[in-house]
């Protein structure tokens, strides 16, 4: 390597896949990373040196404060392991863009501030607030917890006001969020980096399938028509919450064309897994980029393309041989232990056109029970 040569550390919180996929993504570039991780079996650890440790433990801190920016790839890091390195080294995101994020009353209230349009929602603090809290969002309605909730976790649909108060009790009666059924013609997410110097760059809009709350699949088509909608909005929020490096924005798409904001992720998303083999720069490069304060553009496939997730189904396997023998597939593994419910790995797939990528999509489908 020539002298001259980049040559930065990044430190994350956080050591799932997503900071595997960071991790990978930021060597090429001449990035090496640090995780903190308390998890002994955290996927990263097989790409970055591991601090294996809570996230509030003084000495790994210190570690990741000698790197030259540090990001998150969880939102449910303790905010005090951001305010021990935030007047050391560029956090980034910062800590109140993720005091925000990791909470959907806060979150919810910062989107409005921010004159983006959400789901009907009432916070639900007491017992006293559940009666008459269906009503504020029009009868139907999913509680959700403010906080610590994920893949569907910490949430409950519920029509009635005894229906309401089991859910309440049945999630521990901890702080929740009821928010009104949103009829939405389908799902799409778009990620937006904004570096240090304040320069906007976009991924994709993404369009998405939930199964049972877990993301099951994500498909990219070139012109989508509510992409321009998106990106405002998502530059907007980036504007208002003062980002500095990646957030996720989850979107429902109404009929009448409007989008809501769902929720954000301060980070890269799985739904942006398909930028890893799109031919364009990928997601994780992009975060990699925006924390760093490195040169960024718009990252956004150059083929048309789609994921699909592998997640663990109690008596099923996935067809590993069909997946590998069907044209234009790229298998993605976590290397984390086998537990129904969980993901882990996900197959992209690119086609030269879009008919092409739809069968072999749903060939695909077929291969991942
Ligand atoms: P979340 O954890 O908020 O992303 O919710 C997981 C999934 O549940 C979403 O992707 C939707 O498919 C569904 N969902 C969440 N909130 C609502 C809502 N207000 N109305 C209709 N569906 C919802």
Not at 319 to 331: F, N, S
Request: aromatic share 4%; net charge negative; proline share 6%.
């Amino acid at each position: 390597m020539t002298a001259d040569a980049p040559q930065l550390t990044l430190g994350i919180l956080g050591g799932g896949q997503l900071a595997q996929m960071l991790a990978l993504a930021a060597l090429p570039l001449g990035v090496r990373v640090r995780v903190l991780e308390p998890d002994a079996q955290a996927p990263a650890r097989l790409c970055a040196t591991h601090l294996h440790a809570p996230y509030t433990d003084a000495l790994s801190l210190d570690v990741l404060a000698g790197c030259d920016a540090v990001t998150l790839e969880f939102e449910n890091v303790p905010v005090q392991a951001l305010t021990a390195l935030e007047d050391r080294v560029p956090v980034r995101p910062g800590r109140a863009l993720l005091e925000r994020s990791k909470h959907r009353a806060r979150e919810k209230e910062a989107l409005r501030a921010a004159g983006v349009q959400t789901a009907p929602f009432v916070v639900i603090e007491t017992e006293a607030e559940v009666g008459g809290a269906l009503e504020q969002v029009s009868g139907r309605g999913i509680l959700k917890t403010s906080e610590l909730g994920y893949d569907g976790k910490g949430q409950a649909r519920v029509s009635d006001l005894d229906g309401l108060r089991a859910a309440w009790n049945a999630l521990g009666r901890v702080p929740c969020l009821l928010e009104g059924l949103v009829q939405f013609e389908r799902e799409v997410s778009l990620a937006v980096a904004r570096g240090p110097d304040r320069a906007l760059a976009f991924g994709p809009l993404i369009e998405n399938v939930h199964r049972d709350g877990i993301l099951l699949t994500s498909l990219f088509l070139e012109g989508d028509p509510q992409e321009v909608q998106a990106r405002e909005i998502a530059g907007r929020v980036a504007g208002a919450w003062e980002l500095e490096g990646l957030m996720t924005l989850e979107f429902f798409g109404l009929p009448d064309g409007d989008l809501l904001v769902n929720e954000v992720a301060p980070r890269v998303h799985n739904s942006g897994h398909l930028t890893q083999d799109g031919g364009g720069i990928s997601q994780f490069e992009a975060q990699v980029r925006a924390v760093l304060g490195l040169p960024l553009a718009d990252w956004r496939p150059l083929h048309p393309c789609a994921m699909v997730n592998i997640v663990g189904a109690e008596g099923k396997t996935p067809d590993w041989a069909g997946i590998d023998a069907l044209p234009g597939t790229r298998l993605h593994l976590y290397h984390k232990a086998w537990r129904a419910g969980r993901k882990l790995g996900h197959v992209n797939l690119v086609a030269a056109d879009e008919q092409t990528l739809r069968a072999r999509l749903s060939q695909l489908e077929t291969l991942i029970p």
